[in-house]
């Protein structure tokens, strides 16, 4: 079949492709469409994945939304009129990177299926202070601990609940928890700027037996790792989009 470009030779699906060789991944490139982005990002995850990688874009843009189809990943880039893929987001945090994200595995639907630490959550109501992807600075959890009340960036409240009682893939307490991603760490020498608040969280719902989509981050300050740290290692297979969202 041929492939469609525009008339400045640029197709949607080079957006991924491009940046392949920055992972040591080589992809057919002829074996997706022209707007095929979706395909090429799950090829690219899974090459990365079976080279015993980390799901690193995870924490590359934390206050971009989930993709509407594929919640493992970040909204895709929308061509513009130069025919060049664009992405509204600055990044946050030059000189620093995300420890800690897990690996796993992904599958041809891209569910992104990995183990971490989690906790249960029940909605809390909305923050008042917290704008949709603000960053998460100005929101934060009231106390550590079980009954804690936490705030996502999208400016949803939740109450952590323990981490031993939520079961049967996730669906009770409406089928949310907080995931633990990984802490920022520095990645330059020299001055070092202080940071109270490197840990980050990602807000995943239950839409089918042990099937989740993410909905939001989370930005929490240090001192939660030793609560963290008690939280239960859970198994998620996250992937879909806004069609799996529900109301809880």
């Known amino acids: 079949m041929a492939q469609h470009h525009d008339a400045h030779g640029s197709r949607p699906v080079d957006v991924i492709l491009s ?41 590359a843009v934390f206050h971009l939304p989930p993709d509407k189809r594929l919640s493992a990943f970040p909204a895709f880039p929308q061509p513009s009129a130069s025919g060049a893929g664009r992405v509204p987001v600055t990044m946050e945090y030059p000189g620093w990177w995300l420890d800690g994200v897990p690996g796993g595995s992904m599958d041809d639907a891209g569910y992104f299926t990995f183990t971490s630490k989690a906790a249960p959550l029940v909605p809390a109501g909305a923050s008042p202070s917290a704008a949709p992807h603000d960053g998460g600075r100005v929101v934060n959890a009231r106390r550590s601990g079980r009954g804690a009340t936490v705030a996502a960036i999208d400016g949803s409240m939740w109450e952590i609940q323990d981490s031993r009682v939520a079961g049967n893939g996730g669906r009770k307490h409406g089928g949310a928890f907080i995931v633990f991603l990984g802490r920022l760490e520095q990645d330059f020498r020299g001055a070092r700027a202080r940071m109270l608040d490197t840990l980050r969280a990602i807000l995943v719902q239950a839409h089918a037996p042990e099937r989740f989509h993410r909905i939001s981050y989370f930005v929490l300050y240090d001192k939660w790792q030793p609560v963290i740290d008690t939280w239960e290692e859970r198994r998620f297979s996250v992937g879909g989009g806004l069609m799996n969202r529900r109301i809880i």
């Open 19 to 59: 940046i392949m060789g920055l992972f040591g991944v080589t992809l057919d490139a002829s074996a997706f469409r022209s707007t095929d982005q979706r395909g090429a990002a799950i090829a690219l995850a899974q090459a990365i994945l079976r080279k015993g990688g980390r799901a690193s874009w995870l924490g």
